[in-house]
Each structure stands twice: as structure tokens, then as C-alpha cells.
């Protein structure tokens, strides 16, 4: 076989990256552009020594799970990569996506993987959406016969799939609200009719970066952030009056701005040019404080539906101690500190802490304390905090996709909790996790899949230990 051949195959599942596996003659495929149960003409593109990468060409016989998908640009963008699969096939795939984990990663033998818990509003789900200017758009097959036209226009909008070099040009998005779509349109036109440049890479210039919108789904409360290069007060100060006009909804406008070569829409400065800077947002009676550039569980309605899964699984006592190690913004501290005597979070970003030392004292909580350090060392050698607090009986982790590091897992351990509550965004690492955790003493009870994002192959799992 070679590159450029086309091969027919049946698609039997999802892989990751938006991608699928066929097997045909002993030889493993990668299918993109397709789903499971479709039969495709595929074309090779990439041979490997255990697989061989393909791009379907042509759908002979669609797959039943196939439904429209809403999106105009579905197939180009890398937002969602599944919307032409059923939601329910969406879950069960998950699904087995875990039990895979628990089972090949974590050496589990029939664990116990509940049903994932989908989430309601399949569409709009996002309070938080990253757009980013390009100078020159991506060009889909149909536009390139028009590229003298449009080609020479700035972007803003999101990457095409694996590529961080490209732009698609957004014009409708149903991630986070038809509103937002619309400010994104807003602003490129603005930007095009003042002619602002926009930054590149290669050439270390230009204004313009990101665009970052955040909507509390709870409050109606809208934040945009233009991410810019230089501090140029009349450009923003223009933009602002003309939003604000156009979109009454927006309650806060500020200006990130960031010198640095990496595309990461973050600024060493903030400027606010309307309203209070930050946006609130509610999860269950909470209410907290969301800056710019405040990390914050992207899923309003399902981070509830995950921290009462932690919390039930918990069987929080009122005189539970309980850690809450990679705390973050504290939203899971402050989202159970009502039921226990006290929690201590942990978390290595500095703005994390402030953010929630502020949001416990605007819940008026008093019973959470937060420290700052990375946990390897606040666990070991930086740990006189020990003394100042009873042991826990319950540590809950929501560590990063790499999952929790060995030393930490032994420090854990060391701490002898009754109860851990492991939330992940990777099961693969947390199924590793929780090998090391079974085989010293604790037993897995239980794995609660949670889609946070639905047309995504991301899926948050709570996992529930006991000390034998
Ligand atoms: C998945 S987030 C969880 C945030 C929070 N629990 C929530 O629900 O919003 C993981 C957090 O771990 C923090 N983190 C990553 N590595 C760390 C380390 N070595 N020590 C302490 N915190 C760390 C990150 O800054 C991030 O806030």
C-alpha cells in the first residue's frame, strides 16, 4: 500500500482527535470524516508500522447513527468534531472510552463505570469561548475558487482541526450563544473597516490577538477581552462605545495585553474600559467572581451536576476534614464547605488563590482555607501547615489531564483519608492513578462519567476510594 491509495472500509468505533478505527486485512486504520458504522471510500495519507492513517472520500453506505449537524461549518472546524453522531451514540462511546481505561490502563476487572450523565443543552453549553485574528483566513475547498476575492481578508475565529497555524473565519458558532457569534462579526468588522493590523508570529508586529467572551449562563453577565499586543487607549476606548451600543447585554469590556510570542490569550496587563472588570457566575446557591483571566469550569450547568456527584459520593459528615488538592478557584472547597467542618485547598497558581480567598468571602464562608504551592512540595518538604490543621478524613483531587504526580499519590496515601473522590478530565491518567491507589490500600467503588462537552470526545469521570 501506498500514499494516495484508496481502500474501502467499515468504521467500527471512535478514536480520539476526532478520528475512527477500522480494521480490515489485519491492518489497523484511522479514519477521519467519518463515524462508526459508516462504509467509506478512503484515501491513505500516512503509513505507519502498526496503522495506517486514511481520510474518508466518500460515504458508500451511511452509518444509522448519522444525524444533520447544525453547524455550516462542520468538517472544517476543529470546535466540534462529532456533531453528526447521535448524542446518545456520543455518550455510550464515552463510556466505553472509561471502562477501556479501567479495565486496560488500570488492570480493573469489571469496575463499576455508571452511565455517563449527558448534558441537557447539547448546543450553547460554553461560558467561554477563545477567538483568534489571523491575517489571512482559511480557505475551504469552495472558497479557494474565490481566493482572489476573500483571501486576503483577516480572520477571527477558531483553528481548523490540529492545525495552530490556521484561522477558519467564524460566522456562526453554536458553542456558547447566538449573541456571541454575533460579537465575534462585530468586532472583525470593526477591525476591518479601522484597518487594524493583526499580530503575527513570524513577524513579531501587529495589534490585534484574541477575542475571549465570557458569559455567566447563570447571571446574564457578558465579559469581552481583546487581547492585544500594545496599550493603545483610543482604539480600545472607541471600541468599547461602539459594542456596548451594539450589545447592551455586555456588562464588562477589558483589554489583555501581552508581548509574548506564544498564542495563549493571557495578558502580562489587564485594562477595563467598561464596567467592573470581572463577571459572576452562579454554581448552585454560590455565586462567584470570574477576572479574565480566572480559571472556571467551562460548563455552567453541568460543573453543578459534577460537584453534586462528588458531593454525594463523598457522604460529606459535618465533621469531615476535607483537602481539596488542586483547588483552583476554590468552587469545589466553597461548593462544599456548608456540609463539613473544614477545607483546606490547594493549588499552585497564585491569581487561583486570591480568586478564591474573594470568592469564599463574597459567599461569606469562613471554614476554607486556601494555600499556595505546588503539591509535591506542600505535601513534603513545605508542609508545617500540617500542624495548624486535623488530618482529613476525605481528600478530593482534581488534578490537571496528566493526572496526579507519584509523589503526591504517596503523600496521599501517608495522610490515610477514610474517603478520596478522584475528578479527572482524562481517564487514562486517572485509571493509572487509581491502580496505584487500589494496589496501597484503597478500594475503587465507582466511576461517575459526567459530558462536560457534548460533539467533543472529552469526557470528566468522579472516581470514589474507601481505605480498606
Ligand atoms: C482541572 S483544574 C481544577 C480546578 C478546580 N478544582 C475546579 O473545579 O475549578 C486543575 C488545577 O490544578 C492546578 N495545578 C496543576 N498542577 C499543580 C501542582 N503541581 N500543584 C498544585 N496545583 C496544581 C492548576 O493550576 C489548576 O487550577
Request: hydrophobic share 40%; charged share 25%; with cysteine.
Amino acid at each position: 500500500m501506498q500514499k494516495g491509495d484508496e481502500v474501502i472500509l467499515t468504521v467500527e468505533s471512535l478514536a480520539g482527535e476526532g478520528k475512527t478505527i477500522a480494521r480490515q486485512d489485519g491492518m489497523v486504520y484511522f479514519v477521519e470524516n467519518a463515524i462508526p458504522g459508516d462504509t467509506v471510500r478512503a484515501r491513505v495519507w500516512k503509513l505507519q508500522k502498526k496503522y495506517t492513517e486514511a481520510r474518508a472520500v466518500e460515504i458508500l453506505a451511511p452509518s444509522s447513527l448519522r444525524v444533520q449537524p447544525r453547524c455550516k461549518h462542520f468538517g472544517t472546524c476543529g470546535g466540534c468534531k462529532w456533531q453528526n453522531l447521535a448524542y446518545e451514540s456520543q455518550l455510550q462511546f464515552k463510556h466505553r472510552q472509561v471502562v477501556d481505561a479501567f479495565t486496560r490502563v488500570g488492570g480493573f476487572e469489571n469496575p463499576d463505570i455508571q452511565p455517563v450523565l449527558g448534558c441537557e443543552d447539547q448546543y450553547f453549553y460554553r461560558n467561554k469561548m477563545e477567538f483568534t485574528f489571523s491575517e489571512y483566513r482559511w480557505l475551504t475547498d469552495e472558497e479557494m475558487k474565490r481566493e482572489e476575492e476573500i483571501g486576503k481578508e483577516i480572520a477571527l475565529g477558531l483553528h481548523i482541526p490540529q492545525r495552530w497555524d490556521k484561522v477558519l473565519n467564524l460566522e456562526e458558532c453554536w458553542l456558547q450563544s447566538e449573541m456571541s457569534a454575533r460579537i465575534v462579526n462585530t468586532v472583525r468588522e470593526i477591525c476591518k473597516v479601522w484597518n487594524l493590523s493583526v499580530y503575527s508570529s513570524h513577524t513579531e508586529s501587529g495589534y490585534l490577538r484574541h477575542l475571549v467572551i465570557r458569559e455567566g449562563k447563570r447571571t446574564g453577565e457578558v465579559m469581552v477581552n481583546l487581547v492585544t499586543t500594545t496599550d493603545w487607549p483610543e482604539a480600545m476606548q472607541n471600541m468599547s462605545s461602539l459594542l456596548v451600543k451594539h450589545f447592551p447585554e455586555i456588562t464588562t469590556i477589558v483589554n489583555n495585553i501581552t508581548s509574548r510570542r506564544s498564542m495563549v490569550a493571557f495578558g502580562e496587563q489587564e485594562k477595563v474600559y467598561y464596567g467592573p472588570g470581572f463577571i459572576t457566575e452562579k454554581i448552585g446557591e454560590y455565586t462567584f467572581r470570574v477576572s479574565a483571566n480566572s480559571f472556571f469550569q467551562t460548563n455552567t450547568l453541568q460543573a453543578e451536576r459534577l460537584y453534586n456527584v462528588a458531593c454525594n459520593l463523598a457522604g460529606l459528615q459535618p465533621n469531615d476534614v476535607v483537602y481539596d488538592l488542586y483547588s483552583g478557584t476554590g468552587t469545589i472547597a466553597i461548593y462544599l464547605s456548608h456540609a463539613v467542618e473544614r477545607v483546606i485547598g490547594i493549588e499552585v497558581v497564585e491569581s487561583a488563590i486570591i480568586d478564591a480567598e474573594q470568592n469564599a468571602e463574597l459567599n461569606r464562608i469562613s471554614n476554607c482555607y486556601f494555600l499556595q504551592g505546588d503539591l509535591k512540595d506542600r505535601l513534603t518538604k513545605n508542609s508545617a501547615w500540617l500542624q495548624d490543621h486535623p488530618r482529613p478524613s476525605i481528600i478530593v483531587v482534581d488534578p490537571p489531564r496528566s493526572g496526579i504526580h507519584a509523589r503526591v499519590i504517596d503523600q496521599i496515601i501517608k495522610l490515610l483519608p477514610e474517603r478520596i473522590v478522584y475528578v479527572s478530565c482524562n481517564p487514562a491518567t486517572q485509571a493509572r492513578d487509581a491502580r496505584l491507589l487500589a494496589d496501597r490500600g484503597y478500594v475503587l467503588h465507582v466511576v461517575q462519567p459526567v459530558d462536560m462537552f457534548p460533539h467533543t470526545d472529552h469526557i470528566e469521570t468522579v472516581a470514589f476510594f474507601t481505605r480498606a
